[in-house]
């Protein structure tokens, strides 16, 4: 009897995050040096491999920025890279089992770095921190590490975690006591805020915006801690607090704005978390006509073992949402991928009344305050062959909080009927050359 349940106790933590057991303890792939490209990056903006380190993650855009911080304290960008796999919705991790890759500030020590991951390399994000253990939250072993397979983890390819990896370890080495992970849903723009506005996290992501104004206004770390069911960041520093409620003020305004010119509410759903646009692409190349992955075996070499990359070559779908944040009934959900298809045949224009309900297509949002470096990101180089997506699939629902007491989990709206709707297009049902049928893997 104590067996069975040990199993059924192993199996359930399995399911739960990226378990992560050790791998060779005799690897040296943690030893893996800087790539000399990088190291030219660094010295030509003035950094070098010991200067500390903060990440930045974003679920929506599945981007993670790597900053380095210079002699007069304040972060610059040193790089961007693409995510290639996270899993769940957009939203807070609130238990085990969730699938949700977690939001909001940790701390990453050397005794979280794991050199002989099964991950090829990993670190641990240190999820459940102060404030989510203020909820009760449940769950751990949240990574970010190589292959392209997430459950509730940032899956980076191993190439890409090789190179994070390396600058972590680099600066820790040299004094770092630790690097702070900022994880968020989106960037934390006025377009993104006035599109998700009735989203029930948006005071979770409103809380997380005031870390991530003050980052941006100084470049500066925040200092971070949790207090009544909210961050809280650097309360000491009164002059910081002026300036970051003033830019609230700004933002806000900008996104009244935006609403008054008619910029719709809506709601994501994902089919389990999404990959970088690069990889969606490179998927939808590859699959084939029966849902395996063909993929030639260097791809496979590359990329790690593919599981359920079915429900990521259309995207999230986007859902128009009526004033009470409900989706609205005379609108069809719609995805990414169709809404990227070549326009009909202009029809004359209806009355405003007649308008479709549907939530237009976003218009390109502003870039973050210090998130963009005028070098062309190093990832649009990379990905011009076929079959560099892998990911998971499941229907997990979004988490949702409240400030003011522990969160709960409400079921996702029910989707809207589909009379009258487009099929979403599907992703080319074709065989890469010379290439090997690859079986969707069952589990995750």
């Not at 790089?79 to 238990?95: D, M």
């Not at 190349?285 to 990521?312: I, N, Q, T, W």
């Not at 996702?412 to 290439?435: C, D, F, W």
Request: proline fraction near 8%; include cysteine; glycine fraction near 8%.
């Amino acid at each position: 009897m104590m067996k069975r349940f040990a199993l059924a106790a192993s199996l359930a933590l399995a399911l739960a995050a990226c378990q992560d057991d050790s791998f060779s303890r005799s690897s040296t792939r943690h030893l893996s040096p800087i790539p000399a490209a990088t190291m030219s990056l660094m010295a030509q903006k003035g950094m070098s491999k010991s200067d500390p380190i903060l990440i930045r993650s974003y679920k929506k855009e599945s981007e993670m920025e790597i900053w380095k911080r210079g002699s007069d304290g304040r972060y610059a960008l040193l790089k961007t890279y693409p995510i290639c796999r996270w899993s769940g919705q957009l939203g807070p991790k609130v238990r085990e089992g969730d699938r949700q890759a977690p939001e909001g500030f940790y701390t990453v020590t050397p005794g979280q770095m794991n050199p002989n991951s099964a991950y090829y390399l990993s670190f641990d994000t240190g999820f459940p921190n102060a404030y989510d253990r203020s909820f009760g939250r449940t769950g751990g072993n949240l990574m970010v590490h190589g292959s392209c397979s997430s459950r509730g983890c940032f899956a980076m390819t191993d190439q890409n975690i090789a190179e994070i990896y390396a600058l972590a370890r680099e600066a820790l080495g040299s004094g770092q006591r630790g690097f702070q992970f900022q994880s968020y849903p989106f960037r934390m723009n006025a377009y993104n805020m006035a599109e998700h506005r009735l989203d029930p996290n948006m005071a979770f992501w409103k809380n997380l915006k005031e870390g991530s104004d003050y980052f941006e206004l100084t470049k500066e770390e925040p200092r971070v801690s949790v207090a009544n069911h909210r961050y809280q960041f650097n309360v000491a520093d009164a002059g910081a607090d002026s300036a970051v409620a003033q830019k609230q003020q700004q933002d806000e305004q900008e996104t009244a704005n935006l609403v008054a010119r008619g910029v719709q509410p809506i709601k994501l759903v994902y089919n389990d978390g999404d990959s970088h646009e690069s990889f969606r692409q490179a998927l939808s190349s590859a699959m084939g006509a029966d849902g395996s992955l063909v993929v030639e075996g260097r791809m496979r070499d590359k990329f790690g073992d593919v599981s359920r990359p079915e429900g990521l070559s259309s995207g999230p779908q986007r859902i128009a949402l009526d004033a009470s944040g409900k989706p609205k009934a005379e609108a069809p959900s719609t995805t990414v991928a169709a809404m990227n298809q070549p326009a009909p045949a202009p029809a004359p224009a209806p009355a405003p009344e007649k308008v479709a309900a549907i939530a237009p297509a976003p218009q390109a949002a502003p870039a973050a305050t210090g998130s963009s470096s005028s070098e062309t990101p190093f990832y649009k180089k990379m990905f011009n062959s076929v079959g560099d997506l892998f990911g998971n699939s499941t229907t997990s629902q979004p988490a949702t909080e409240t400030a003011q007491a522990p969160a709960t989990t409400p079921a996702v709206s029910p989707l809207p009927p589909q009379r009258n709707a487009t099929p979403a297009a599907k992703a080319p049902q074709r065989r890469a050359q010379g290439g090997s049928t690859i079986n969707v893997a069952a589990a995750n």
